[in-house]
């Protein structure tokens, strides 16, 4: 099984930017669908930006203009590039993806494990 890395987390002032990497300890070229995701405690996790090899990208509307989600599969890596950071983004952000997942299934949260996550403060 392969596994999914986070890293990239930190405290940022408000406005600043942050990139956060998910590394695969194996090949991520069979995962169609894959996604980063947040969760502040006490609040159910929720999605913020999913990247499909066939049906495109989503983005969670609060985010959509600041944030930008990729991938390279040469170096088994998932990609979140956040600007204009805000006290609202403070949260442990998790990356995930599985062999086959669709766009649905990424959208909906539907995987069957889920990392360390890092952490993203935002904050004067």
């Known amino acids: 099984q392969v596994q999914l890395v986070e890293s990239g987390g930190g405290l940022v002032h408000p406005g600043g930017s942050l990139t956060l990497s998910c590394v695969a300890s194996?090949?991520?070229?069979?995962?169609?669908?894959m996604g980063w995701y947040r969760q502040v405690p006490g609040h159910q996790r929720e999605l913020v930006a999913v990247?499909?090899?066939?049906?495109?990208?989503n983005y969670k509307d609060a985010v959509n203009d600041r944030f930008t989600i990729s991938r390279d599969n040469a170096k088994n890596t998932l990609y979140l590039q956040m600007n204009d950071l805000k006290p609202e983004d403070t949260a442990v952000y998790y990356c995930?993806?599985?062999?086959?997942?669709?766009?649905?299934?990424?959208?909906?949260?539907?995987?069957?494990?889920w990392g360390q996550g890092t952490q993203v403060t935002v904050s004067s």
């Open positions: 990247i499909s090899e066939s049906e495109g990208i």
């Open positions: 194996g090949s991520i070229s069979s995962f169609d669908a």
């Open positions: 995930n993806g599985e062999p086959g997942a669709t766009m649905w299934a990424a959208l909906t949260l539907q995987f069957r494990s």
